[in-house]
C-alpha cells in the first residue's frame, strides 16, 4: 500500500475512482486494499468518495467485511466532515444491493451517541421489513447496541414491530436476552378454528411426537 502511495502519489480522487474497479475483480485483498487506501487520507475525503463507495456498494460490492470495513472506517468519516448528510444515507435505503442498504444501517452506529434515538429509528424504519439477511442482522446489530443506551425506546419500537419484522433481525437485536424476550416480540400462531390458548404449542407438538 505504502509503495502504491509513494510511486504514484493520487490524489483523493483518484484513490475513489481506483476502488471500482479493485471491487470489480473480486478478489477479496483487492477489495479490501481499496478500502485501506482510502482510510489512509481520511482527512482529504471530499464529494466524489461519497459517489464512487455508493457505485461500488451497488454494482460491486459483495461481502461482509466489506461492507462493514465501509460503514465502519469510510462512510462515518463522510458525516464528520459534513460531506454527506443523514438525508443522503436515507437515499441508500431504496438501493436494489442489499449491501447498499447494510452500509446505510450501520453507518448509523457512528451516530448513536450524537443524534436523537427517535431520529435513527425513524432512518431505519424504512427496513424493519427488509428480506435480505444481511440487511436484518445489521439493524439488529444497530438496535442492540442503541438498547445499551435507550433500552426502553428499543424494547417499544420492537413491540411496534413484532408481526412484521423478521425473527434475525429480533434475535440480533436483543442479543442476550433474546430467549427471555422472543415472547414479547413475537404474534402468537393461532390455527384457523381454535381460540389463543398458552398451552396450544406444548399440546400440539407432544401429540406430533406421539403420532410418530
Known amino acids: ?30 477489495g479490501t486494499l481499496a478500502i485501506f487506501l482510502l482510510k489512509k487520507h481520511r482527512p482529504r475525503f471530499n464529494r ?17 467485511t466489506h461492507s462493514d470495513l465501509i460503514a465502519t472506517k469510510i462512510t462515518p468519516v463522510l458525516l464528520e466532515l459534513e460531506i454527506a448528510s443523514m438525508e443522503d444515507f436515507a437515499t441508500w435505503l431504496d438501493s436494489e444491493s442489499k449491501w447498499t442498504r447494510r452500509v446505510a444501517v450501520v453507518t448509523m452506529l457512528y451516530q448513536k451517541e450524537r443524534l436523537p434515538v427517535q431520529e435513527l429509528l425513524d432512518f431505519i424504519s424504512p427496513l424493519m421489513q427488509d428480506q435480505a439477511r ?16 435507550y433500552p426502553q425506546e428499543i424494547e417499544e419500537f420492537l413491540t411496534q414491530y413484532k408481526d412484521s419484522a423478521a425473527p434475525m433481525l429480533i434475535q440480533y437485536a436483543t442479543g442476550k436476552n433474546y430467549k427471555e ?10 390455527k384457523k378454528g381454535y381460540q389463543s390458548h398458552p398451552n396450544y404449542h406444548k399440546k400440539k407438538r407432544y401429540k406430533e411426537t406421539d403420532d410418530e
Do not use: M
Open 181 to 190: 424476550k422472543k415472547n414479547n416480540f413475537h404474534k402468537p400462531y393461532v
Open 48 to 64: 466524489r468518495v461519497y459517489e464512487e463507495i455508493k457505485l461500488c456498494l451497488d454494482e460491486v460490492v459483495e461481502n461482509w
Open 1 to 30: 500500500r505504502n509503495h502504491i502511495l509513494t510511486i504514484f502519489q493520487p490524489s483523493i480522487t483518484e484513490l475513489a475512482e481506483l476502488a471500482y474497479p479493485f471491487f470489480a475483480t473480486g478478489k477479496y485483498e483487492f
Open 134 to 149: 444481511c440487511v436484518q442482522q445489521g439493524i439488529g446489530w444497530l438496535l442492540r447496541e442503541l438498547s445499551e443506551l
